[in-house]
């Protein structure tokens, strides 16, 4: 195989990141934009050159208005989509906003129309089922130990 051919059968994904950010009890902050029926999380896709955790921290201050700290990556998840193309999706743990912090959010006008913290129980009436069971595996890996990696939003079969 020529290199040229090598070059053109290698992946391309889109990759995106963003943050899960909780409140005091645990629940977790939802954003629901303007131009999709479902809910979301804080984030959107990376830039050419940018890495993954810079487009998170940066689309959350363009998104929220906020610069809180972001720790560290929750989970990894492969979601290649039909209509889209392959996807690698990172999500970064935001830590707990206070109350000052969460208050003091501007939302993007011209992109999201709300800003709550939901139940993780509420994921599966609020988020589309895949970005629901990711977000579902990032809140458990926050509590459990090291990142994960996923498929579709889920742990692969051995």
Known sequence: MSENEQVQRMAR???AAGALFFDAQGRVLLVRPSYKPMWEIPG????????????CRREVEEELGIKP????????????????GDKVLYLFDGG???PDTAASMK?????????????VEDFGQLLIPRLSRRVKQAVAARTHGPPVYLEHGEPPAK
């Open 13 to 15: 994904p889109r990759m």
């Open 44 to 55: 959107g896709y990376i830039e050419t050159g940018e890495s993954p955790l810079s487009a």
């Open 69 to 84: 700290p972001i720790g560290p990556l929750l989970v990894v998840d492969w979601a290649p989509n039909d209509a889209e």
């Open 96 to 98: 707990e906003l206070s």
């Open 107 to 119: 939302l993007a006008s011209d992109e999201l129309l709300a800003a709550e913290f939901h139940m």
